[in-house]
C-alpha cells in the first residue's frame, strides 16, 4: 500500500521549490538530479512517484514510472515505459475471461 500522503506532501514541496525559483537557480539538470534525489529517497516511506510528480512531469523533463530524464513524455511516461504499459494492458486484454467448469 502507498503512502498517498507522502507522495502528495512531496508534490506540495515540489511545487513550493518551483514557485519559489529554486528549479529556475538550480537549472534543469540539476533540478532533474534533486527531484530523482528526492524519490528515491521517498521509496523508503512507501510513496509512489506518480503522485510526488503528478502534473510536472513534462516541466521536469522526468518520467514517473522509470524516473529518469527524457524528453518524449505524454502522460508524464516516456516512449519506453508506454510501449512497456501497451505490451502489459495488451496482453491484459487478450486474456479470455474466466468461465467456471
Request: glycine content about 6%.
Amino acid at each position: 500500500m502507498s503512502n498517498h500522503e507522502g507522495s502528495y506532501m512531496l508534490n506540495k514541496v515540489l511545487r513550493l521549490l518551483e514557485a519559489r525559483g529554486v528549479f529556475t537557480t538550480l537549472g534543469p539538470e540539476a533540478t532533474r538530479r534533486l527531484v530523482i534525489d528526492i524519490e528515491k529517497l521517498s521509496r523508503d516511506h512507501d510513496c509512489n512517484s506518480n503522485e510526488i510528480l503528478e502534473g510536472m512531469e513534462e516541466r521536469l523533463g522526468i518520467c514517473w514510472s522509470c524516473m529518469t530524464a527524457q524528453t518524449d513524455l505524454i502522460d508524464g511516461m516516456c516512449a519506453s515505459c508506454r510501449e512497456q504499459e501497451e505490451r502489459v494492458q495488451s496482453r491484459y486484454r487478450s486474456k479470455q475471461p474466466f468461465t467456471p467448469p
